[in-house]
């Protein structure tokens, strides 16, 4: 049941483009965003519902391919404050039951 | 807005002591929290769902008279590890969900658990 996210980690320079993957064997209610720093707790950065409607912060943006059970987070030109893991969380299923079921993460590093 | 804290941020404790956490919503109403437990460079593993009110719903695998939780209100629900084992170190993180069309979580800052 757990998500599958690709790729494992990412290292980009200033101002590069990256794309994370996440991706369900199951149907999907929604998809969630986070990002992790080390020894800190997941921000939320997208939240993306069946149906399209989506709730996030301006300068993150993201895909939700309802029929694939896939998800994708852009992130463009990254600054090295992007630095962290990413996680996706899924809810599965026809209803909001607000189970996150998380993927294994996304290591994403940016350099100067 | 939406902020969660936890208490304590870290705890050392011996084992067969028992460890009580505690996660509050401290600007909104959370009609539900949930408990996870993350091992080092691992992700975060859902260890059950509490409702105010009612009984906690416990996640497979998670035994329910080892991690017993409470969620006294609508803005506090506390964790309580017994009889700790050093396998029981890890992170322990909440989040708190408040009522809406995106039910979104918001987390808390997490405690480091760890059992000598």
């Known amino acids: ?6 790729p494992q980690a990412v290292i980009l320079r200033e101002g590069e483009d990256a794309v994370i993957n996440c991706s369900s064997s199951k149907a999907l209610y929604s998809v969630h965003w986070y990002r992790q720093k080390h020894g800190e707790a997941p921000v939320f950065l997208m939240i993306l519902l069946k149906g399209g409607e989506q709730k996030g912060h301006d300068k993150i943006s993201a895909s939700f391919n309802e029929k694939k059970q896939q998800s994708s987070l852009y992130l463009t030109a ?17 209803s909001n039951t607000g189970k996150l079921i998380f993927g294994q993460g996304t290591t994403l590093q940016v350099k100067p | 807005g939406a902020v969660v804290s936890q208490h304590p941020s870290w705890v050392i404790c011996k084992s067969g002591t028992s460890v009580k956490i505690e996660c509050r919503s401290l600007d909104f109403q959370a009609t539900t929290m949930f ?82």
């Open chain 1, 1 to 6: 049941q757990q998500p599958v996210q690709s």
């Open chain 1, 78 to 94: 990254s600054q090295l404050s992007y630095s962290g893991t990413y996680f996706c969380g899924t809810v599965l299923g026809s």
């Open chain 2, 35 to 116: 408990w996870y437990r993350q091992f080092p460079k691992q992700s975060l593993m859902l260890m059950a769902t509490s409702n105010e009110g009612s009984k906690a719903t416990y996640e497979q695998g998670v035994e329910k008279d080892k991690f017993l939780i409470n969620h006294a209100s609508l803005t506090l629900s506390t964790l309580t590890v017994t009889s700790a084992h050093p396998e029981d170190s890890s992170f322990y993180i909440c989040s708190a969900s408040r009522d809406g069309d995106y039910n979104e979580q918001f987390f808390g800052p997490g405690t480091r658990l760890t059992v000598l």
